[in-house]
């Protein structure tokens, strides 16, 4: 579909036609698992912010439509983080940010409203274990997803890592062996996690700063898949995941992943102006 602007038409509408299709086209697998939800898009990039606080810059993922990163860049453009009281003296920096966002149909295109926003989120480092699948759970076709909340050390490691929940993608009635399964899968992550190390997501003067607290979710894939995809009940705020397809038969049995996208509990830095909720 084309579209062509008449001599009433406004450069508004015609940047609002060329993004809800670049919307279309980059969200139409995640609007897939949901039918009649909401188009929700999740753009991630790095933000580069004044002394002052001041965003100057957004530079997007690679992965990022040009023409929503182009929309974004343009919103973000007025936001403010809130400096740390205790600095002696303002200093630049960056972060990473995350934006979970929703089309919302806007004339004859749409607009992008921030439903979520997160700064400052870390990378688990390359040479990070995997957690090992319990071999007896793989062989009784037993999956799971685990929420970790991981505490840092400020320097990349992780102090303490405790399993916020556990949910399995196996149907079994018998609920004391259900509880020793979610138990296995949780301890199995702690495993790995406690060893894991971590990249900086955010800084400040040439400074690495690390959240205090981060989540971290990892999916153990089993053979057959018997449960809902969703993980937003076990307090996973994001709609989807990397892997999230439409054909689940395409992963082996036995892989293990580990989400790429860490949060962070608490922001770093944090933003001043309150934007969740407006449309960018």
């Known amino acids: 579909m084309r579209f062509r602007p008449?001599?009433?038409?406004?450069?508004?509408?015609?940047?609002?036609?060329?993004?809800?299709?670049?919307i279309l086209c980059f969200g139409s697998p995640v609007a897939a698992q949901e039918k009649d939800a909401p188009l929700r898009l999740e753009v991630a990039g790095t933000l580069r912010f004044a002394a002052d606080g001041k965003v100057?810059?957004?530079?997007?993922?690679?992965?990022?439509?040009?023409?929503?990163?182009?929309?974004?860049?343009?919103?973000?453009?007025?936001?403010?983080?809130?400096?740390?009281?205790?600095?002696?003296?303002?200093?630049?920096?960056?972060?990473?940010?995350?934006?979970?966002?929703?089309?919302?149909?806007?004339?004859?295109?749409?607009?992008?409203?921030?439903?979520?926003?997160?700064?400052?989120?870390?990378?688990?480092?390359p040479e990070a274990p995997t957690p090992e699948y319990p071999r007896v759970l793989l062989e009784a076709r037993a999956g799971a997803r685990v929420l970790l909340h991981l505490q840092m050390d400020g320097k990349g490691g992780v102090a303490h890592a405790a399993v916020k929940d556990a949910a399995l993608l196996t149907h079994i009635k018998d609920e004391a062996i259900r509880a020793k399964w979610r138990e296995r899968f949780g301890q199995a992550s702690l495993e790995a996690a406690q060893r894991w190390t971590?990249?900086?997501?955010?800084?400040?003067?040439?400074?690495?700063?690390?959240?205090?607290?981060?989540?971290?979710?990892?999916?153990?894939?089993p053979r057959d898949v018997k449960s809902d995809t969703s993980y937003r009940h076990m307090g996973w705020p994001m709609a989807t995941s990397p892997w999230a397809i439409q054909n689940k038969t395409t992963l082996p049995p036995g892989t293990v992943l580990v989400d790429p996208r860490v949060l962070p509990v608490d922001s770093t830095p944090s933003l001043r102006t309150d934007v969740v909720g407006a449309l960018l």
């Open 6 to 22: 008449t001599g009433h038409a406004t450069a508004a509408a015609v940047k609002r036609a060329m993004l809800g299709l670049a």
């Open 56 to 125: 100057t810059e957004f530079r997007p993922d690679p992965q990022v439509n040009a023409a929503v990163a182009a929309q974004v860049a343009n919103s973000v453009s007025g936001w403010q983080f809130a400096m740390p009281a205790a600095a002696e003296q303002p200093v630049e920096g960056d972060t990473h940010a995350r934006l979970a966002l929703e089309a919302v149909p806007s004339g004859q295109g749409y607009g992008l409203r921030l439903t979520d926003a997160w700064f400052g989120a870390p990378t688990l480092a």
């Open 198 to 221: 971590f990249v900086a997501g955010a800084r400040q003067g040439g400074v690495a700063r690390f959240p205090r607290d981060v989540l971290v979710l990892v999916t153990f894939w």
